[in-house]
């Protein structure tokens, strides 16, 4: 099985919360839940991806995860923040993330998203 680190939000991420911020920490909370997923995959090819490399995958998905909801990466809306984390929390599904490491990440998120105005 592989190693997911959970990612908790801290009250310092919620200090002056914007929809731009809160996408970075759905990016940040998404890359700690699916790093080894990812890392995996490469490995899997015959590759060995460096942070860098698998945190361009991460925002590749999430970028993707905003155009399959038909909303924009660059503007984001805290009504598609919701949207998009409930297209990553489906796909982890489907990459055989444990469901308890998709629910600690979606509540922390959702508390994120609580924040928004």
Known sequence: MVYVKKWFVK???LLGL???TARDLITRCFFEAQKE???EA???LGQMPTDE???STVEGAIR???RETGN???QPTKQSLFEVV???ARKSATWKTPPEIVNHHKEQIGKVLAHLD
């Open 72 to 74: 924009d990466y660059d």
């Open 18 to 20: 914007t929809p731009e």
């Open 86 to 88: 409930q297209v990553l």
């Open 64 to 66: 993707l995860a905003f």
């Open 37 to 39: 997923t990812f890392s």
């Open 53 to 55: 490399q698998l945190q």
């Open 11 to 13: 009250p310092s991420h």
């Open 42 to 44: 490469g490995q899997n």
